[in-house]
């Protein structure tokens, strides 16, 4: 099991997810462009968190759903995997 | 000649209260129904507390074979309209069926037997090719949403047009303005409406859970449902029905029935926005009030109480305030605004019509019931909300409002007689 | 606003997802040559299931109608309400210039006589099969009834008055009376019918209860109303959205006029009570013939319910004998839905569609797979009979009970 959560691994769950087509390139070379620029509203935002929860077994920080950014959440998914 | 709609007869099933007198009583006196689920076991759950109804049908006054066929909610249903014919002392063997409508609000429908029987025929989820054996009896009257008017519609004994009808968490408002419309078109004289939902089930609570909705209170949950208070965290679920009985007001004087109020205005409009989301501005909700009260003929200072929608939500009761305060102006600031959610929970289709039942007994007993839970102010929710006692005020017009998913924003307002604008 | 009595509503626009076909084109072609697309049920996990005969819609690819996140984030039911809304309002060319001035004058109204029932399938496994944290977020807004009016309404922009009639079949009629009323209200356009998808493993283990449904396993003999093998109808999926306009706004921005919304009524006899369904189907006809202000005479064809039941069929030749006079014994009466299926809610908006393609091709479709009809009715069989049509009739009745009816007719500057 990965420890990180990586952009092409996000794209894959905004697909999933939201049925968004994303371009994981994309998203790593501008991580500051808000997720609704990319179509991800709330709700599909909420699911990634859940299926990210439900992968990885444990909780991830309850303001994990308020991210606005791709950069922002991954920051805050991965320190919290590599975290103690 | 406009034709004017009065109510002449209310019916409820809430939590904390079956029956109108019983339920007005928990309203005046600020009492809460929230507490933990009972219905099923909710361990696993995010949210684990509701507000439920003690419901005993057999008490109410169904027989065997109507339970049989009744899912929980259309149970709700039948209670509620036994008890509002009762109340508006409507003769059924003086009337002409054909002028007798029946038009009732649900969001969820059957959900509660959809899902009991589906646990069967998957063997508990193990399989998308379900085996159609173990399912129970009825089953396609709980698939069906229908079901819902047209069994009221049986036991009334309408023959005029009969409809259900769905709009998420405004369906109990907007079966009400249905029945408004079809009663002013002159389609009907009479129409049994209302609204009944029974959404405590493991499925709702689990959606809900998903996108957050709900409050996640679980140890305290008599004060969970906090509308419009600074440490709201979501809305508690609950569930129950209200009837009204809507007559033509000419045809209510003509057999000397007894006037509640009447229901003078109504709209509803979609904000075109998000599926869940509210915006901040409130425009559409906003339209739908100036809308209900043009049609009232009533003006914005005219409004004595609001209604509130008030789910307890972070973005609702901001949305809600902003809305209001955009269709009334600084009368806004003036008049009381409370959310009955607090006592009763979100009903999901069925809180409109509960709610509407409130406001016609707020005219009748001329008392705001309260928002109980409310103790601290968040700067973005800056009206009265009438904190947690009740206040006896002289009210002549009411506006109940509501949103729900999908993007509806309804009203409807209330006048008891002589309540317009001259 | 001009007097509500007299702010008519005309059909402009009509966008079609039915099993012999999407749009106008390719469903008026095969309803009118008569082909009948009733076939073996083939969806996913129904094998097993006693349903053997349905209408699904093959001919209908969701990925080129409608945008990829629709497909993950609602029901197929919505699928197809959104690609008929769309092709119903590229059909009266509505475009966004033409209200985004005045988005609260266009509303949305949808009939739904089940909902999401795969996608709700599908989230249900989860929580029974793995727990409530699998359940996804999007549960809250694709299973529901108000789904498609929802989607619809935030997709176009329309802040009209939206509206969900969660209802039996007749509901399809009755979305378009109050889009009628809307209209009569203050709204200028509004984008309205039925769209559904009956046919999940679980949706299809619930309609098993409905002791109408045919148990027939030939796809030629499982639906044939007004004969004396009838066993029941055939479920079908899809329906039909159309553009329904204040006939002087449409005029106004040029629009073709296709048809007017002139009368409507609906009554309610009981669930599954057909004899008395006689009774309230030609209470129905009346009224909407009131409303029409239109003489029994004046109706050119008559699109029936044919529900395929014995005591419903006779009921319902007897209702147009008790409404239409001797009228009823001569006028021309065709069920095309006998060569698609009933599609719940879907099915009476499918018929209004095409009453009003009948009506501009002068060609009444044919009841496909009826042959010998034993009722007093003149019922169009085998091939498309041409006449000269200015008013139509479409009935509808519902499994719990409603009766509804709805007279079409031409516009008056059409040449016949």
Known sequence: MPDRLTYEELAALMKSGAGLTVDASEMESSPGSAFEEYGLDSLGLLGIVAALENRYGRPLPADADRCKTPGEFLDLVNTTLTGV | MTRRVAVTGVGVVAPGGIGAPAFWDMLANGRTATRGITLFDPAPFRSRIAAECDFDPVAHGLDDELIARSDRYIQFALVAAREALGDAGLDLEKEDPWRIGVSLGTAVGGTTRLEHDYVAVSGSGARWDVDHQPAGRHLERAFSPSTLASAVAEEVGAHGPVQTVSTGCTSGLDAIGYAFHSIEEGRVDVCVAGASDTPITPITVACFDAIKATSANNDDPEHASRPFDARRDGFVMGEGGAVLVLEELEHARARGATVLCEISGYATFGNAYHMTGLTSEGIEMAEAINTALAHSRIDPTGIDYVNAHGSGTKQNDRHETAAVKRALGTHAYKVPMSSIKSMVGHSLGAIGAIEIAACVLALKHQTVPPTANYETADPECDLDYVPRTARPLKLRSVLSVGSGFGGFQSAVALTRPGGRTP | ?416
């Open chain 3, 1 to 416: 606003m001009s007097n509500p009595a007299h702010r008519r509503s005309v059909i402009t626009g009509i966008g079609v997802v039915a099993p012999n076909g999407t749009g106008t084109g390719a469903f008026w072609k095969q309803t009118q040559e008569g082909v009948s697309v009733l076939d073996r049920v083939t969806r996913e996990g129904c094998e097993n299931l006693p349903l053997r005969v349905a209408g699904e819609v093959r001919d209908f690819d969701p990925v080129a109608s409608v945008e990829e996140r629709y497909l993950v984030q609602t029901d197929r039911f919505t699928h197809y309400a959104m690609a008929a809304a769309d092709l119903a309002l590229d059909d009266a060319r509505l475009g966004r210039a033409d209200y985004e001035d005045t988005p609260f004058k266009v509303g949305v109204v949808t009939a739904a006589g089940s909902g999401g029932g795969e996608f709700g399938q599908r989230e249900l496994e989860r929580l029974w099969g793995q727990g409530p944290r699998f359940v996804g977020p999007y549960q809250s807004i694709a299973w529901f009834y108000a789904a498609s009016t929802g989607q619809i309404s935030i997709r176009g922009g329309f802040k009209g008055p939206c509206a969900v009639v969660a209802s039996d079949e007749a509901g399809g009629l009755d979305a378009l009376m109050h889009a009628a009323r809307s209209v009569r209200g203050g709204t200028d356009a509004l984008v309205v019918g039925a769209a559904e998808a009956p046919l999940a493993p679980y949706s299809v283990v619930c309609q098993l209860g409905y002791e109408d449904l045919s148990a027939c396993d030939e796809p030629t003999r499982a639906y044939r109303p007004f004969t004396a093998d009838a066993c029941g109808f055939v479920p079908a999926e899809g329906g039909a959205m159309l553009v329904v306009e204040e006939e002087t706004a449409a005029r106004g921005r040029g629009a073709r006029v296709r048809a007017e919304i002139a009368g409507h009524c609906a009554t309610f006899t009981g669930a599954g009570r057909w004899e008395q369904s006689r009774q309230g189907l030609a209470r129905a006809v009346e009224g909407a013939l009131r409303e029409a202000g239109c003489a029994p005479e004046e109706i050119d064809v008559v699109f029936a319910d044919a529900l395929g039941v014995p005591a419903a069929d006779r009921a319902e030749a007897g209702a147009l004998a008790d409404a239409l006079g001797a009228h009823g014994r001569r006028v021309p009466v065709t069920a095309p839905k006998t060569g698609i299926g009933r599609a719940y809610c879907g099915a009476p908006v499918l018929d209004v569609s095409a009453a009003v393609l009948a009506m501009e091709h002068g060609l009444i479709p044919p009841t496909p797979n009826v042959f010998e009809v034993c009722h007093d009715l003149d019922l169009v069989t085998v091939r498309a009979r041409p006449a000269q049509l200015r008013t139509a009739l479409v009935l509808s009745r519902g499994l719990m009970g409603s009766n509804s009816a709805l007279v079409l007719r031409r516009p008056t500057d059409t040449p016949d």
